[in-house]
T-cell receptor, first 113, second 112 residues
Framework: DPKIIQKPKYLVAVTGSEKILICEQYLGHNAMYWYRQSAKKPLEFMFSYSYQKLMDNQTASSRFQPQSSKKNHLDLQITALKPDDSATYFC????????????FGPGTRLTVL | QQKVQQSPESLSVPEGGMASLNCTSSDRNFQYFWWYRQHSGEGPKALMSIFSDGDKKEGRFTAHLNKASLHVSLHIRDSQPSDSALYFCAASEPQGGRALIFGTGTTVSVSP
């Protein structure tokens, strides 16, 4: 069974709309992350959470808002979508925010038209 | 400017051959390095970590770290077609340990 679930796998949105990307992990980890991968840039760190609290935010835009309703959930809300937001978004988790291996989910591919 | 650079961009290796990948960081705050592998349509998966100067071997994979020059390499011995993938070097700071900063990636193709 997959240990990190991301939903949906594919998502198409129109410019200006809002979408929520879902992530659940069943590894018993305490830290969760969001990364973005686009054709133009390598994997890019966005957010990290530990015990449902924001630890690090390297996303310049407030249009990206992580939401953690449970320790093993970290969703990503994106508002006012732009074509440049088109990318694959990966959720990851690790035992803690120290030097631990990060395990990645299968990703959600977002296309903004 | 990209803080973690990788070379080459792509690499073709015959089955059974040796693949050598390079990674250089421009930030001396990065002390911990990882190699990740990503197959098409999947998320990245960690291959190995290296935190100390010298070599670290795990099966067919050997990583080498030189902290003075901030250079990390990965060597894949006896390459298999299943090794065909995108390989990333990733770095993190010791006190933060939160964000992984990924390199630009090297695409490895192993031909039978």
């Amino acid at each position: 069974d997959p240990k990190i679930i991301q939903k949906p796998k594919y998502l198409v949105a129109v410019t200006g709309s809002e979408k929520i990307l879902i992530c659940e992990q069943y590894l018993g980890h305490n830290a969760m992350y969001w990364y973005r991968q686009s054709a133009k840039k390598p994997l890019e760190f966005m957010f990290s959470y530990s015990y449902q609290k924001l630890m690090d935010n390297q996303t310049a835009s407030s249009r990206f808002q992580p939401q953690s309703s449970k320790k093993n959930h970290l969703d990503l809300q994106i508002t006012a979508l732009k074509p440049d937001d088109s990318a694959t978004y990966f959720c990851a988790s690790s035992h803690g925010t120290g030097v631990y291996e990060q395990y990645f989910g299968p990703g959600t591919r977002l296309t903004v038209l | 400017q990209q803080k973690v650079q990788q070379s080459p961009e792509s690499l073709s290796v015959p089955e059974g051959g040796m693949a050598s990948l390079n990674c250089t960081s421009s930030d001396r705050n990065f002390q911990y390095f990882w190699w990740y592998r990503q197959h098409s349509g999947e998320g990245p998966k960690a291959l190995m970590s290296i935190f100390s100067d010298g070599d670290k071997k795990e099966g067919r994979f050997t990583a080498h770290l030189n902290k003075a020059s901030l250079h990390v390499s990965l060597h894949i011995r006896d390459s298999q077609p299943s090794d065909s993938a995108l390989y990333f070097c990733a770095a993190s700071e010791p006190q933060g340990g939160r964000a992984l900063i990924f390199g630009t990636g090297t695409t490895v193709s192993v031909s039978p």
